[in-house]
């Protein structure tokens, strides 16, 4: 961890100074860019495969890509954070973000966008908690530090919804400028964020290692894993680059638990994953991220090729999946502090498995009305009961020294979830093609949408795992 130096000026709770509203204002505004970055490729895919001439199978990399990075090197962004300082690597990663923009906008191939996304998600992993930590010691505990929080997190869950928007804007002038758009906004902010954010150093509490080789293998591994899954159409359960991928990803995964197990101060403490609440949020979150962006997939590429929709009238159609959540944030403590989150988390993971089901049912949508739009508010509906429920039952009950692993550990679940479901999802669109009339795309759909409903089912199990305390809790209390 880092100490920060007192600022020059501490403004009362109802009396913030232009320079905190400043810095307030870049924090939020990086985080919103942070949370975009997904969305933002959801719609243009379809126009970024037909540019590079890339498969479904191929041009998935561009969301998944971006949450590997993200997730896959979030608790070693926290260790490069405490060994060199906040101030520092924010700004570093704003200029790397900026630069990694330009260069995907000029991608030519799969290998370039994927290395460019893998960087975007990395220096997210850098900016996202640490604007939150400086927020933390720049603010007067209380008020002040809660709006701020406040404003942080609407901005981050307006993010999505923005995404979508910006990119069937974008994507009708070209897909180019989905990907590289960002980099001006970026190196506004790095101009601002040299004035505005504090200086700090590394503390005395600064790991002494950074954990680098398990963090790379468990990427690398996770990379692996996610290119054996998507080159099964192609090549077959049995095939030479399925085989060697799967081994490859194998062997990565097992250096990096070796690594771990070695490590005086491993990424992940083993202890973390001994706690019930904090693994069934984990779950709970990877499941409803995941079965989420799934399901945009498929009705992404059903939209625009069975009914030939372009990419501003598509996000416009997604909208109301994002909406909801970005319009109640502000209420979702209330919510919490109110029915407690296990009720919360087992009813928001169960109205997306029925909109699922009830998309499943068709395979295609015959009418927006009728089959997407109600599945979207199913999911909405998920997010809204759900999301922050999960964040704050992740870290009930554990010790502030473990509270920043556990933070982690549970955002990289969530981004695991960004990788894993989508990418399989891609595979099983991919090996059926969508295209043709209405029932063809329906019989193909199918496979995909099952495994999004299954997803959604694990994380209602999860769910559901949460409210057996609180049934044992009531029993204790009618018998006393």
């Not at 919103?32 to 969305?39: G, I, K, P, R, T």
């Not at 997210?124 to 209380?142: M, Q």
């Not at 409803?288 to 625009?304: A, D, P, R, W």
């Not at 009339?437 to 409903?453: E, M």
């Amino acid at each position: 961890m880092t100490s920060l130096k007192t600022p020059p000026h501490t403004a009362p709770a109802t009396d913030w100074s232009p320079r905190l509203w400043g810095l307030l204002l870049v924090l939020a505004a990086n985080m919103l860019v942070d949370a975009l970055e997904v969305s933002v490729v959801v719609v243009a895919m379809p126009s970024i495969g037909e540019g590079l001439h890339l498969s479904l199978t191929a041009v998935q990399w561009s969301l998944t890509g971006f949450a590997a990075g993200f997730g896959g090197l979030m608790l070693f962004g926290g260790r490069v954070v405490a060994r060199y300082g906040r101030r520092r690597v924010y700004l570093a990663a704003l200029l790397v973000f900026a630069a990694a923009s330009v260069v995907a906008g000029c991608a030519d191939g799969p290998g370039l966008l994927l290395a460019t996304r893998l960087v975007k998600g990395f220096c997210a992993a850098l900016t996202a908690p640490t604007g939150l930590a400086i927020i933390g010691s720049t603010f007067p505990e209380g008020p002040a530090r809660t709006r701020a929080v406040s404003v942080y997190s609407l901005f981050g869950a307006g993010g999505f919804t923005l995404g979508l928007l910006l990119s069937g804007l974008l994507t009708e002038v070209s897909w180019r400028w989905t990907l590289a758009f960002p980099a001006p906004v970026v190196l506004l902010l790095f101009v601002f964020g040299l004035r505005l954010v504090p200086a700090d150093s590394p503390g005395p509490a600064a790991p002494a290692g950074l954990g680098t080789t398990g963090a790379l293998t468990f990427t690398g591994g996770l990379l692996s894993f996610v290119y054996a899954v998507v080159s099964v159409p192609q090549a077959g359960w049995g095939g030479t680059r399925v085989v060697l991928a799967a081994l490859v990803s194998a062997a990565l995964f097992a250096v990096c638990v070796r690594a771990e197990r070695a490590s005086p101060q491993p990424l992940l403490p083993s202890g973390v994953l001994t706690k019930p609440t904090m693994v069934r949020s984990a779950l709970g979150a990877a499941a409803l991220n995941g079965s989420y962006l799934g399901l945009l997939l498929v009705i992404t590429f059903q939209l625009q090729s069975l009914w030939g929709w372009s990419a501003l009238r598509t996000a416009v159609a997604l909208l109301p999946a994002s909406l909801p959540l970005a319009v109640t944030a502000l209420l979702s403590g209330r919510m919490v502090g109110r029915f407690g989150p296990p009720r919360l988390i087992a009813a928001g993971a169960l109205v997306p498995v029925a909109g699922y089901a009830l998309y499943l049912r068709h395979g295609a949508p015959v009418s927006y009305a009728a089959d997407v739009l109600p599945t979207l508010l199913c999911v909405a509906a998920g997010f809204v009961l759900a999301f922050t429920a999960l964040n704050v039952q992740a870290t009930t009950g554990v010790p502030a020294a473990e509270r920043a692993s556990t933070v982690g550990i549970y955002q990289t679940a969530v981004q695991l979830g960004a990788v894993l479901v989508p990418a399989a999802v891609a595979a099983l669109l991919y090996g059926h093609s969508v295209s043709g009339s209405a029932a063809s795309v329906a019989t193909d759909s199918r496979p995909a949408l099952a495994l999004v409903t299954a997803v959604g089912a694990l994380g209602l199990l999860a769910g559901l795992t949460g409210l057996r305390p609180l049934r044992r809790h009531s029993a204790r209390t009618t018998v006393a």
